[in-house]
């Protein structure tokens, strides 16, 4: 069964220098609390992954906490580039950064397998496109039944996965709902998962369109009401439109961010 407790001992207690993190979300509940704790907490060498990162991974490469970057696609959203990600890759500032770059279909089947327990996953998207030259885990197979030639990519299983949600009752169960991601098959796929929510309650009550996460595949869960600012909580919280268009001018100088930084570091 899950265990409740607070944000800074479960980061505390899951994720570790070197591990293999997933941060997931999908524009909607994105842990950026979550991966804010990771950077007061100090951790180095981390392999990030994420099919969409945005502010809160430009936020962690720029403190110096990942080595590796695997995802689909990078940006601030609605805003423009992500200048702490752009100045690790071209600079190697504060420390150099490798990509490993796949399309947004190659991301989410890779989790698929990941939480099925397949070594690896099947798909013809990348036929026909210069991925796999500079991709190295994107390899052709050929298909035993018809002879067609597929791309297989190998399954992500994180060391942790952590996304945000609405809401858990007391024994861990999570209640997830709106515009969703991958974040069950990350959290299934993972090792270890953190979950941060809204709110823990008695009795999850049903949503239309809701998902529910068994106690049993949920490692922590920690109450973090507004967890996913500037992202939104559907029925918490809206989108903070202002903070991405505030981000742009902080992540493109060094010495703005370094601020930032220091100020993150200092919140409890």
């Not at 591990?19 to 990030?48: K, M, N, S």
């Not at 110096?64 to 200048?83: D, E, I, Q, T």
Request: with cysteine.
């Amino acid at each position: 069964m899950a265990e409740i407790g607070t944000l800074a001992d479960a980061v505390g207690e899951l994720v570790g220098d070197g591990d293999v993190v997933a941060l997931e979300g999908f524009t909607h509940l994105i842990p950026t609390a979550a991966g804010q704790e990771i950077i007061r907490q100090g951790r180095r060498d981390l392999t990030l992954v994420r099919m969409t990162p945005d502010i809160v991974y430009d936020q962690l490469i720029g403190a110096g906490c990942a080595r590796k970057l695997v995802f689909s696609w990078g940006g601030n959203p609605g805003v423009g580039s992500l200048h702490r990600f752009r100045d690790a890759v071209q600079n190697s500032w504060p420390v150099p950064l490798e990509i490993e770059e796949h399309s947004h279909a190659g991301m989410a089947n890779r989790y698929v397998a990941g939480a099925s327990g397949l070594p690896f996953a099947v798909l013809r998207g990348y036929v026909g496109t210069d991925l796999p030259s500079v991709t190295a885990t994107i390899k052709p197979i050929t298909c035993p039944f018809t002879g067609e030639q597929l791309t297989a990519v190998p399954a992500l299983n994180p060391d942790v996965a952590i996304i945000h949600a609405q809401r858990a009752d007391r024994q861990g169960n999570v209640q997830l709902w709106g515009l969703l991601g991958v974040q069950k098959e990350a959290v299934l796929a993972a090792r270890r998962s953190l979950v941060t929510v809204e709110e823990v309650v008695d009795e999850l009550t049903p949503v239309p369109g809701a998902i529910v996460l068994p106690s049993w595949a949920v490692t922590k869960v920690a109450e973090v009401p507004g967890g996913a600012h500037p992202s939104y909580a559907q029925g918490y919280s809206e989108r903070d439109n202002a903070y991405y268009a505030e981000w742009d001018p902080i992540s493109r100088d060094r010495e703005a961010f370094a601020q930032w930084l220091a100020g993150i570091k200092e919140a409890a």
